[in-house]
Every structure is written in structure tokens, then in C-alpha cells.
């Protein structure tokens, strides 16, 4: 949704980076290696370096994938609550993003749903169906609405399920919303999955509206944290 012949565009948001590259980091000059880097993939086309702390747009897209990889703990024990031995290898958990009234992004209380079985054979009356939706989409059109994050037991892929769900939700909120459009460009559907490479176990991937059906999003630091403002 953005414009890459023009090089005034913030071209990748938050704190997500290119397969095979390095995380962004915030702090001003020094941020990022120097240009040419696999690094290179948000800069302020006048400076090699930029603090994304100091963008209003770029920093809510800063704290909106920090908060993001905030709500792993608390979904995990919603997996774990759901049944014993609950984690994201066997249940799907879901949290909804939005921006509360201190404009910091907050998420919903965390819905698990059912156990899902890896080796399950689908019958007409156990689709081994793994999804859940959100429990509530009325942060929508109150303009507040940042995405959300769930877990995958099966892969990191987007689904067309995923995909169309996010999309349409999106147009939702531009055509309420218009003012919204810059949002728009890195708002996520965060997919996080098992991963014991990860320092924390899990791998979160941030799929946005032009990622396409079966496809990784851009993966976001595991260990993110916010800006000292919202």
C-alpha cells in the first residue's frame, strides 16, 4: 500500500525485518547499519539514519508490534487454561489489538480455541477444524482497531481465511474511517507459532493487507519492546 518508486515512503514498518535480515532497532543516528546492509529497509530518505521513535506514524507502528509480542504470555495461558497441556501446537488463540483512550495498543482477553489434533482424519462430524475468531469487532468502527494476533498449531502461513477476513476488515475501516489510510499500510494480522530456534520459543509474522494468500509476513523481533511514548 505503498508507494515504492518514491523514496520520501517508510517503506517497512515496526520492528519487523526481511527474510534473512536484521531487526530494526530504535535510538536514533546509529539505529540501523550503514546503508547498503541487509538491514537497510526503513530510513529518512535525508539522513542514513533515523530514530522511528520520533515518527508519530512510525512509532505507533513501533509499539503496535511490541504490544503484539506482549500478548504471547497471556495467550499461552489461555491455551494452557483450555485444556491440560494447552499450547500453541494444539490450540489456535486469538487477541485483538486496539488503541485504548492513553493511545498506547492494549489487547482483548485472550479466546482459545478447540484442540486440535495434528493427526486428525476430518469426518463429517469433526472437521479437526482449529480457528476461533475474535470475540469482538466493535473496536472497528470506533477507529480504534490495530489488528490481532493468533496462533497457528499447523504452520506460519496466512490462510485464505485469514487473509480475506483481514482485508475485509480493512476496507471496513477506510470506508468509516478514511483518515485511517496511513494505518492501513501496516496494520498486521500477527501469526505466531512454535519456533525453539526463537530466543523465546515462539516466531511472530506480521501479515498486512498486501500480503498474499500463503505467504510469510515479515517477522517481528521477538523480543520487541515499545518507545517510550505512545
Known amino acids: 500500500m505503498t508507494d515504492a518508486t518514491n523514496p520520501g515512503d517508510i517503506q517497512v514498518w515496526g520492528q519487523r525485518r526481511q527474510a534473512n535480515g536484521l531487526f ?4 536514533g543516528a546509529g539505529m540501523q547499519p550503514p546503508l547498503g546492509t541487509p538491514a537497510k529497509e ?4 535525508e539522513s542514513p539514519y533515523y530514530d522511528p521513535c520520533a515518527l508519530p506514524i512510525a512509532r505507533r507502528a513501533w509499539n503496535a508490534d511490541a504490544a503484539a ?48 489434533d495434528p493427526n486428525c482424519v476430518p469426518t463429517p462430524t469433526n472437521p479437526c477444524v482449529a480457528g476461533v475468531s475474535p470475540g469482538s469487532w466493535s473496536f472497528v468502527n470506533t ?19 485469514d487473509r480475506n477476513n483481514f482485508r475485509s476488515t480493512i476496507d471496513s475501516i477506510l470506508s468509516v474511517n478514511p483518515n485511517r489510510a496511513g494505518d492501513a499500510a501496516w496494520i ?25 494468500e500463503g505467504q510469510v509476513g515479515r517477522e517481528v523481533n521477538p523480543l520487541a519492546l515499545p518507545c517510550p511514548n505512545p
Open 143 to 161: 477507529g480504534n482497531w490495530m489488528g490481532d494476533i493468533h496462533s497457528h498449531p499447523w504452520n506460519r502461513y496466512w490462510g485464505v481465511v
Open 69 to 116: 509480542i506482549a500478548q504471547i504470555n497471556p495467550m499461552m495461558a489461555a491455551a494452557n487454561a483450555a485444556s491440560p497441556g494447552g499450547n500453541f501446537s494444539n490450540h489456535e488463540v486469538i487477541v485483538t489489538l486496539y488503541r485504548g483512550s492513553d493511545n498506547w495498543v492494549h489487547g482483548t482477553t485472550p479466546i482459545a480455541g478447540p484442540w486440535f
Open 24 to 27: 530494526p532497532s530504535a535510538g
Open 188 to 212: 498486521a494480522s500477527y501469526v505466531t507459532v512454535v519456533d525453539p530456534n526463537s530466543p523465546t520459543g515462539y516466531s511472530t509474522y506480521a501479515h498486512t493487507y498486501d500480503t498474499p
Open 42 to 45: 526503513k530510513r529518512d530518505p
